[in-house]
C-alpha cells in the first residue's frame, strides 16, 4: 500500500471516527458508571449530614437517610433546642419530636412535621441523590438530541429530558462532563415562555459508599442567573 494511499485512508477514519456522536442513551449509561462504578446504587445505605445557605434565610443543618434494600428515608433535624424526625419505611410514616411520637400542633405546624411533608422531602432528595440513575425511570422522556456546551465552566453534554403526563411537568437539561462523563450541573424549567425555574452547579465529588456525589450544589435564578441558595453535603 502506497503512501498517499495510507493518507487517504487515515483521513476517512478520522472523518468517520470524529463524526460519530454519543448516543443519548449511552450518554446515561456513562454517566452512571461514573458516579457509580461498582453498582453499590441500589444497595445504597447511607445518612448525609447536609447544609443549606439560602439568601434572607436561617442557614439549615438536617440529615437525609437512605436504606434502598428496606424501602427507608428518613429526615432529621437535631439543635440544641429541637430535635425531630420524619420517617418513611415501605411508604409507612413515621414522625417523632424530641424522641416522643406525641406531637402538640403547634409544633408540628412550626417544624412542618407531618406525612405528606415526609412524602414531599422523600421525592425531592430521593431525586436528586438518585441521579443519573432516575434519568432511566420510567415515564422519563429522553431527548435524542445532544449539544456540545459550555456549563459551570466545563466542556458539557447538555441532555433535555421531559415526562410522560402524569409524572412530571418541568423541563429539564442535564449537563454532563465531556472527559468525566460526571454531572457537571442541571437546569429545570417551568413555563418556556417565562424562561424561569434555576440551574445547578454540582462541585467537589467524593465517594460514599463507593457512589461519587458533589459535596456542592449552588442554585441560581434561570430568569437573572443570580446565584441564592448553596447546599453542602458536611460528612
Known amino acids: 500500500m502506497n503512501k498517499s494511499l495510507l493518507t487517504s485512508v487515515f483521513l476517512l477514519l478520522s472523518t ?44 439549615r443543618n438536617f440529615e437525609v437517610a437512605f436504606n ?11 439543635s440544641d433546642s429541637v430535635s425531630f424526625q420524619q420517617k418513611l419505611e415501605k411508604g409507612v410514616c413515621d414522625l417523632t419530636l424530641n424522641e416522643s411520637k406525641i406531637i402538640p400542633e403547634i409544633s408540628a405546624k412550626r417544624y412542618q412535621i407531618d406525612c405528606e411533608r415526609t412524602k414531599y422531602l422523600k421525592s425531592v432528595y430521593t431525586y436528586l441523590f438518585g441521579l443519573p440513575f432516575k434519568l432511566k425511570d420510567p ?25 410522560e403526563k402524569g409524572i412530571g411537568t418541568d423541563r429539564w ?17 417551568h413555563d418556556s415562555a417565562k424562561n424561569d425555574g434555576e440551574f445547578i452547579f454540582l462541585e467537589d465529588y467524593h465517594s460514599y459508599n463507593g457512589i461519587f456525589y458533589p459535596r456542592i450544589k449552588k442554585w441560581h435564578w434561570n430568569q437573572t442567573e443570580e446565584h441564592f441558595r448553596t447546599d453542602k453535603i458536611l460528612n
Open 68 to 78: 434502598r434494600p428496606k424501602d427507608i428515608f428518613a429526615y432529621s433535624v437535631k
Open 16 to 59: 468517520f471516527c470524529f463524526s460519530q456522536k454519543i448516543d443519548a442513551q449511552d450518554l446515561i449509561e456513562k454517566s452512571i458508571k461514573a458516579h457509580d462504578p461498582n453498582s453499590k446504587f441500589e444497595k445504597l445505605k447511607y445518612a448525609f449530614e447536609y447544609q443549606i445557605v439560602r439568601d434572607g434565610a436561617p442557614t
Open 173 to 189: 437539561f442535564f449537563y454532563f462532563d465531556q472527559s468525566t462523563y460526571l454531572l457537571n450541573g442541571y437546569k429545570f424549567i
Open 139 to 163: 415515564g422519563v422522556v429522553i431527548s435524542d438530541e445532544i449539544k456540545e456546551v459550555r456549563f459551570n465552566q466545563k466542556d458539557s453534554y447538555e441532555l433535555a429530558v421531559s415526562f
